[in-house]
């Protein structure tokens, strides 16, 4: 049961993630995210992370993709002779693909460096079904109190910074 | 034994069963003659023009910018209401765990409502309206005529 969970819900990421790779549509990419936040939440729920999962549904599903959303609607530009059916493409200097190429697979290259270092068990001890919020929640506490306070002074840095850079200063509008 | 999440994904499985269902039933039971005017986008009566994707007010992204920092802060609060008033802690340290994660709360709080009070002050939260264009009328005769003339046919 739990092993069809896992791979059904592995598929859904990887699948949302092949269409976002392959879409032409920026629109259908952010949703086809959407999807795939889903499904590792899901892997994230099914790996005894209950938090971690909530918590990516409810700041990437709930937060980031609708900044997202927005991102893609306020930088469109305004071709209007166009009709409906046209796509949203991305249109990019060729500097800026060579640059994007070479970063990626940089990513790619750390983060399988990473996976085959990392020491895998395939079985031995089960996830135990206790929920880890009352044991994050007394953490959060007592021995980690000044991270979360400084989690708090850096929320407080990035709402003013955020709040003031995303403010129009352009005086033509 | 399902878990709790097991419950959510029933949940889920068995929303999408049901109008799935519902929808596959409307399909075989509602009349089926499409034309034109029917499949178009209903847009309150007007054709629909254009691409639906339009620009957006840079008003929204930075409401939803402070949205999503907030949202961070509640993230915070789950695990702390969990604990906060759990009484095997609070009577392992004579009351004290009660009033010191609520004090420890209120400052974490306290900073972010700082931030809620700088975006305020400075006004990021302030809809910016499109001016009132307010018609101007260059008219030959002075306004009080036309009060004299109000006046006399007005109450009728």
Redesign the interface.
């Known amino acids: 049961m739990e092993v069809a ?1 896992f791979y059904g819900f592995s598929a859904l990421a990887i699948l949302a993630a092949l269409f976002i790779l392959f879409s032409k549509n920026l ?1 259908y990419g952010a949703f086809a995210l959407l999807l795939a936040f889903l499904g590792i939440a ?1 892997l994230f ?1 099914l790996a005894g992370a ?2 971690l ?3 990516q549904i ?2 990437y599903v ?3 993709l ?2 997202l959303m ?5 930088t ?1 530009r ?1 071709i ?1 002779q ?3 059916s ?1 796509h ?1 493409r991305v249109e990019v200097p060729i500097t800026r693909k060579v640059w994007g190429f070479v970063i990626g697979i940089g990513i790619v290259g750390v983060l399988a460096k990473i996976i085959f270092s990392a020491n895998f068990r395939m079985s031995g001890d089960a996830v135990s ?1 206790k ?1 880890t ?2 044991t ?3 953490e ?2 007592t021995s980690h ?1 000044l991270p ?2 400084i ?3 850096l ?2 840095v ?3 910074g ?3 850079l ?3 200063r352009n005086p033509a509008q | 034994m399902i878990s709790d999440f097991g419950y959510i994904l029933l949940f889920i499985i068995s929303g999408l069963v049901l109008l799935g269902v519902m929808l596959l039933v409307a399909k075989f039971l509602r009349p089926d003659n499409p034309n034109e005017e029917k499949l178009s986008t209903y847009e309150s009566g007007e054709d629909p023009m254009g691409n639906a994707q339009i620009q957006f007010n840079i008003r929204f992204y930075i409401v939803a910018l402070i949205f999503v920092l907030f949202e961070v802060e509640l993230l915070f609060l789950f695990p702390w209401a969990v604990v906060f008033g759990n009484e095997e802690l609070i009577a392992q340290t004579n009351g004290a765990w009660g009033w010191f994660a609520m004090a420890e709360m209120t400052v974490f709080i306290g900073i972010l409502i700082l931030g809620l009070a700088y975006a305020w002050a400075k006004g990021y939260l302030d809809w910016v309206r499109p001016k009132q264009q307010i018609p101007e009328i260059k008219s030959p005769v002075p306004a009080d005529m036309y009060k004299q003339v109000n006046d006399r046919y007005g109450s009728k």
């Open positions: 969970a629109i899901a729920v209950d938090f999962g909530v918590a409810m700041i709930g937060g980031i609708v900044l927005f991102g893609i609607m306020l469109q305004a209007q166009e009709g409906p046209r949203n079904r929920s919020i009352k994050i929640g007394v959060l506490m109190l979360f306070e989690a708090a002074i929320l407080l990035a709402l003013i955020a709040a003031y995303a403010l129009n």
